[in-house]
């Protein structure tokens, strides 16, 4: 009889076959769909049947909805096969999914969040295979990798400043926070210096995690924390799941016109929350993350025809505030995007040939 691990060693085997089969069929069935090239553009654009592969590692939530969104329709304005893996927080699967894409011949990877400890030597792997690769949110600390941001500080540093406008420089805080992801590690950098910076700050609690379902286990966390200190009037939640439970508990426990949540990151469902009555929810600072998926794809496909994009490329982040839905009669993304032209668009990563149709 095979041991433990001999047997752990077959399922894996097969497992990898079995997903090396559906991607190989996958981009069987798509490539017929984008056989023709972009005229003007350059090799191997100009005759089209590129493919990109975009890697997750978080997929849960609103966000990486709109997220892949953005990549799809960038994707298919350049005629390219986009071929997406949802990982789920398993840094194991999102390691073979990279592999798959690897064996089945992309011209560029797309990764979206991970672990860089988990990642980086299989990275490596594709590149010394001549396949481009672009990093969302994920510093894989290769300078052949360009690294895409929603610049984290800026998004930090205009929630703090409108949590101060809104409370003043004294206040009772919790913060949730999990380390060990790059643009959440990027805020916390900002918050560590805010807190020295406003002496009257007080972190009463931390929490976190990115179990699933994300929202729900931070909102069993987060009640807790009310509940162990009660004096606690800001939450600092700088990702809109966070945020999403942490006003889950505060519904719960009645301590909406208590409390005051500050996020990042924007959703439809985000803005009918932060615009629900009596909601601790009261702003986020937020790129459109449809607009960050096709500067990802444009990023890659920039790589692919020999072009630089940069090694470092930043979306810029706006702060939206429930007044500023409220007055403008905001109720989901497309009409904020209307009403706010520099959430819709971003010159990030592009090309006379590309131009922005994921945007």
């Known amino acids: 009889m095979t041991s433990g691990l001999g047997q752990r060693m077959v399922r894996k085997t097969w497992r990898e076959a079995a997903g090396l089969m559906v991607a190989a069929a996958a981009w069987g069935w798509t490539a017929c769909a984008s056989a023709a090239g972009i005229p003007g553009a350059p090799p191997p654009f100009d005759k089209g049947g590129v493919k990109i592969a975009l890697v997750n590692y978080l997929s849960t939530g609103d966000f990486f909805q709109a997220y892949e969104a953005g990549a799809q329709k960038q994707a298919k304005s350049l005629g390219v096969d986009l071929r997406i893996y949802e990982g789920r927080q398993d840094a194991a699967e999102q390691r073979e999914q990279i592999q798959q894409a690897i064996s089945v011949g992309v011209s560029a ?5 991970g672990l860089p400890e988990s990642l980086k030597d299989v990275v490596q792997r594709a590149l010394d295979k001549g396949i481009k690769v672009v990093a969302f949110d994920v510093d894989l ?4 990798v360009p690294q895409i941001e929603q610049s984290d500080h800026d998004l930090a540093a205009l929630l703090l400043d409108q949590a101060v406008k809104d409370n003043g420089t004294t206040f009772s805080a919790g913060y949730v926070y999990v380390a060990g992801f790059a643009p959440l590690d990027r805020r916390d950098a900002v918050w560590r210096a805010f807190k020295s910076s406003h002496p009257g700050v007080q972190e009463k609690a931390r929490w976190g995690t990115v179990d699933n379902p994300i929202a729900q286990s931070v909102a069993n966390q987060a009640a807790a924390a009310y509940r162990a200190h009660p004096d606690i009037r800001v939450v600092f939640a700088p990702y809109d799941e966070f945020a999403r439970g942490a006003k889950l508990a505060a519904d719960e426990a009645n301590l909406g016109t208590k409390l005051r949540i500050y996020s990042a990151d924007i959703s439809t469902a985000d803005i009918e929350a932060i615009r629900a009555p009596n909601s601790a929810w009261v702003a986020t600072a937020a790129t459109n993350p449809a607009v960050v998926g096709a500067v990802s794809v444009r990023a890659a496909a920039l790589l692919v025809a020999g072009q630089d994009p940069g090694h470092h490329i930043v979306v810029k982040p706006a702060l939206i505030t429930r007044d500023d839905l409220v007055k403008n009669d905001i ?8 009403k706010f032209s520099s959430f819709r668009v971003s010159d990030a990563a592009t090309a006379a040939w590309i131009g922005k149709g994921g945007d």
């Open 109 to 113: 990877i797309i990764v979206n969040h």
């Open 141 to 144: 600390g290769n300078a052949s």
């Open 331 to 338: 109720h989901t993304i497309a009409e904020l995007g209307a």
